[in-house]
């Protein structure tokens, strides 16, 4: 909480699964780096539940900033291969993208808990390229747009 602490205190709780969370990182801070540290969690129902349990992110903040992979990327890349690899269900929504330094994008992600234990893989080859495409995104009436 001080500039120049060099100090931490962690005094962790319950961990909450299911239902909705929201995340602000309040400026440009990526979305994705939230997304993917709480991807693990959201992935297993809450313990003595029953039934299936999804969880509803709403990650507020950067969507496509420098050295952090672009939503684009979770959500054409990411999300895909956890889907194969492990069964892991989940989509995201963008509802507003997000650049440096002002931020103000937001992704809607709903992850469905796996209701099995996960699978374990065997990856030793890459595979044959199916296709290739891109993406491109800019902010609206910026040349070179990014961020």
Known sequence: ???GSTSLTLRPGPILLGGARRAECGTAGAVTLLLQSSLPLCCFPPRGSSGPVSTRLELCGGTDVSFAPPVDYARHVL???LHTLFGVQAKIDVKRRGFYPRG???IHVEVEAATAPLKPFHLVE??????ICGVA?????EVGGGG
């Open 104 to 106: 103000g994008g937001e």
């Open 79 to 81: 999300l895909p291969v």
């Open 137 to 141: 995104v800019s902010r609206a009436g």
């Open 1 to 3: 909480r001080e500039i």
């Open 126 to 131: 890459r595979g044959r390229i199916t296709r």
